[in-house]
């Protein structure tokens, strides 16, 4: 005959789980906790500093493998802990891109290919560095707000592309001859553009100009106008409703995050509710069993009531 799968096997290993998940959410929203792991970020930044400097690598070369791999050490319980905190809710866990980057960034580091690279494991180590942004909530709604600002900053390029190509052609062929250091071909006209766009330098392109023709005058300010206001200014608005963005994106992770906490109290309020009412209806039908049989009926039943002639 086929196992059959005990259902209360799954009921028992929840309880479990939960006090698991309730423990390790104890340590992990404890600020000595993140105190503790934000200064560990800040060893491992001033660690890849020192290893800058050859003189102390060589003297102090024992102690720097030992700081460092005391820091992996603690990056890898510090990864455990928040693993064990969605014990009960493992999908959670999976939803937050910080914990997808927090995990990444642990376990690259015991692959045998990245341990036997120097370059990519200062490049990982210098990755951690990052990790202080889970810390420092103003500094994870500015991450956020640039990566959601990428769309509008890859059209903002491909316009100011666009841009500097047409007004790079029209200064090559204005002033290609007299002035070939700056706009002797396309590529010396976009770099000069680009300098420009910075309005370093830009009195001298038109004094520059201005032997040339008295249209260059027209033809720098318009670029100015366009180049150095209107779409500065586009990508600034970009970066701002993106910022606005990732501010709304961080409030409803903090409730959302909230909302797991409340949920057990609300259950366990539900059920309360529940056995209050059950333990009513059950005094209710022992109250109406008892007035039946005081009644004087033997099945349980009321006996009916005859009227008097």
Known sequence: MPEQHDPTTGDRSRPARQRLARRCRDTTEARWFALTVFA???????????????????????????????????????ILLRVGAHADRPRDFLRDPWNLFDLAVVLCAFLPVVRENTTVLRLLRLARVLRTARFLPQLR???????????????????????LYVYAMVGWVFFGRHDPEHYGSIGRAVLTLF???????????VHAGLEVSRWSLAYYASYVLIAS?????????????????????????????????????????????????????????RGLLHGAAADGSPDGTAAPVRSRS
């Open 229 to 285: 206001f209107v779409l500065v200014n586009v990508l600034i608005g970009v970066v701002i409703t993106s910022l606005d963005e990732a501010r709304q994106m961080e409030r409803q992770g903090q409730d959302a995050a909230q909302e797991p906490s409340r949920e057990p109290d609300d259950r366990r309020l539900l059920l309360t509710r529940i056995g209050a009412a059950r333990q009513a209806l059950d005094d209710l039908e």
């Open 40 to 78: 560990v970020i800040l060893l491992n930044a001033a660690l890849l500093g020192l290893e800058t400097y050859p003189g102390l690598v060589e003297d102090w070369h024992r102690w720097l493998r030992t700081a460092e791999h005391g820091c992996l050490a603690v990056f890898t319980v510090e």
């Open 141 to 163: 709604i500015v991450l956020t707000a640039v990566a959601r600002s990428l769309p509008g900053t890859l059209s903002f390029l491909l316009v100011g592309a666009l841009l």
């Open 195 to 205: 300098l420009l766009m910075t309005l370093d330098g830009i009195g001298d392109a």
